[in-house]
């Protein structure tokens, strides 16, 4: 048998290859719309409403303060007057991380009830079963389990006859199976209670980010006749956040006679706290003051040193290496600024800079110890909380 470490140390630039490869003969599997791999990704009908009810693009300004005054008023309603929030990032097959560190918080005791959870890419796997409450852990336990996932990175040079490496009907299959109609009702149920689920997605016609309000989207599953296509929609959303462009297909979105596509969320952000049209606005409404962040980050951020040998390959992989945790860094910044700016604070949890990580790597006995170390590091997000100075509340 292959050492783990030896899989680890080339798979990665194989990917590489593969791709640059693929990508000389892509002619073949490019994109032609709107026919796209959509298998077990239902669509929306075109008798359900506009899809603009339920989202918002990310840099504009006057969009992102509609959505922030309705959110208000529903808070203001349901007397809440700060919000406990919660980003989970990017990372593929790493994912299993951030789902330990949730049901390791829920087995201390002391995970809080979420005003705002958002999600990008695997984060907007995990992020429906975190805002629906602890009850929905074992969910989470199954899916980032479930030797079902090494199904996601089967059958490669699919670019030859579609436009990714890897056909999009396992993941949308396995979102049907976790995405139940239950699952809406619990969402709607913390809806209307005043809190959001945010779900991130790129729009590569327009590449602007695209914010979808998934709570909003559940309660009108409960709207006469809205059942099957607000469910459709919401497991649309959730696909298209995840699919990793170049390794999973695009999503077609369909809106009217129009149709965008829709692709994973963390091409433009690694997770979600504001929109970017927000980024220097100051909360003086109490009903949305910030009172306590957290980040769960799927990936390593800080920088590792390791020298570099090789060819082209290995200098294009330690460059999107250095780039993924560079771009990660800068948006925790960010939100430190945010926070800091509200006098609130910030914690996050993220995968040691030193370990081997590979986000296509779905073998079970890899998930299921990056769901333990998640499991033990949820200590990340709650140690010196409540009494750390804010200079030294984020690591």
Not at 92 to 102: I, P, Q, S, W
Request: glycine share 8%; with cysteine; hydrophobic share 45%.
């Amino acid at each position: 048998m292959v050492d783990q470490s030896l899989r680890l140390k080339f798979r990665q630039p194989l990917l590489v290859i593969m791709i640059t490869f693929e990508l000389m003969l892509s002619g073949c599997g490019s994109l032609r719309r709107p026919m796209i791999d959509t298998v077990s990704t239902p669509q929306p009908t075109r008798e359900f409403a506009s899809l603009n009810r339920f989202r918002f693009v990310a840099d504009n300004a006057q969009q992102s303060m509609a959505f922030m005054q309705a959110w208000e008023a529903d808070r203001k309603k349901a007397g809440r007057t700060s919000i406990t929030a919660l980003a989970i990032s990017g990372g593929g097959a790493n994912g299993a991380f951030g789902a330990g560190v949730l049901v390791g918080w829920s087995r201390s005791g002391t995970r809080p009830d979420f005003d705002l959870v958002t999600g990008v890419s695997t984060g907007a796997l995990i992020a429906p079963l975190a805002f629906a409450g602890k009850y929905w852990d074992p969910r989470l336990i199954r899916g980032y389990r479930n030797v079902g996932a090494t199904q996601l990175t089967e059958r490669g040079l699919g670019m030859l006859a579609r436009p990714s490496l890897y056909s999009g009907a396992p993941l949308a299959a396995i979102i049907e199976h976790y995405t139940s109609a239950a699952l809406l009702h619990a969402v709607a149920d913390q809806h209307r209670l005043g809190r959001r689920l945010l779900v991130a997605t790129t729009n590569l016609d327009t590449q602007e980010t695209h914010i979808w309000d998934m709570g909003a989207i559940a309660l009108s599953a409960q709207e006469p006749g809205n059942e099957h296509q607000a469910l459709a929609l919401f497991r649309t959303i959730m696909t298209a956040s995840a699919s990793v462009p170049g390794i999973f297909p695009p999503i077609p979105i369909a809106d009217g006679n129009t149709s965008e596509i829709h692709a994973d969320g963390g091409v433009n952000v690694p997770f979600l706290l504001l929109p970017e049209a927000l980024v220097q606005w100051q909360i003086n409404q109490p009903s949305l003051m910030p009172g306590k962040i957290f980040i769960i980050i799927n990936a390593p951020m800080a920088p590792r040193n390791n020298q570099l040998s090789g060819g082209a390959v290995a200098i294009m992989g330690r460059s999107f290496d250095s780039l993924s945790r560079a771009n990660l860094r800068m948006h925790v910044a960010m939100a430190t600024a945010f926070a800091h700016r509200h006098h609130v604070q910030l914690r996050y949890a993220a995968l040691p800079s030193d370990l081997d990580t590979d986000p296509l790597d779905f073998e079970a006995a890899r998930m299921a110890g990056l769901f333990d170390l998640g499991v033990a590091r949820y200590t990340d997000l709650t140690q010196g909380l409540s009494d750390a100075p804010l200079a030294e509340s984020v690591p």
